[in-house]
């Protein structure tokens, strides 16, 4: 009973946290007045784009039980909100960026360096699942982190 209550702590917890820190933050914009037009179009088109990894997901969330791996439901829908909200945060500072520096990042870059997250993320997941084992995704923080830094990172020029 007691891992039960913990888990109730954290997950109404980090709920609370989260939408306390997103309140604090908008309040925080709205008097520098960062909540503009630009801000509205780039965080409607990070959902827009997060939809897609959500959907991507679902069919490889449908294409294991169809090669008959059991899964969890609360494990798989844990995932896809993780898959969401990351997918959804990771495109919304992207796009921030990109609209924000003087010399665009590459796309080319950014697709390389997403590419690698989700290759990480997907592979190490999909072992996951398969071996029960949840260690495995602990080991898809450095691929992740270095697709990160490559698709955030813009270009050097030497002059």
Excluded: C
């Excluded at 960062?34 to 990894?53: C, M, N, P, T």
């Excluded at 071996?131 to 490559?150: D, H, Q, Y």
């Amino acid at each position: 009973m007691g891992v039960q209550i913990a888990g109730l702590i954290g997950l109404y917890g980090g709920a609370t946290i989260g939408i306390l820190g997103w309140w604090f933050g908008r309040r925080l914009a709205n008097k520098n007045r960062g909540l503009d037009e630009l801000y509205e179009h780039i965080w409607q088109k990070a959902r827009s784009i997060s939809w897609y990894f959500t959907l991507v997901s679902v069919y490889i969330f449908f294409s294991l039980l169809l090669f008959g791996i059991e899964l969890n439901v609360a494990m798989v829908l844990g995932i896809m909100l993780t898959v969401h909200l990351a997918s959804w945060g990771i495109t919304g500072m992207i796009l921030s960026i990109n609209m924000s520096m003087e010399n665009p990042l590459k796309p080319s870059r950014v697709k390389f360096g997403i590419a690698i997250v989700a290759v990480s993320l997907i592979s190490f997941t999909v072992l996951s699942i398969t071996t029960g084992n949840w260690w495995f995704l602990i080991a898809s923080i450095p691929p992740t982190v270095i697709g990160l830094i490559s698709a955030l990172t813009p270009e050097r020029t030497v002059e």
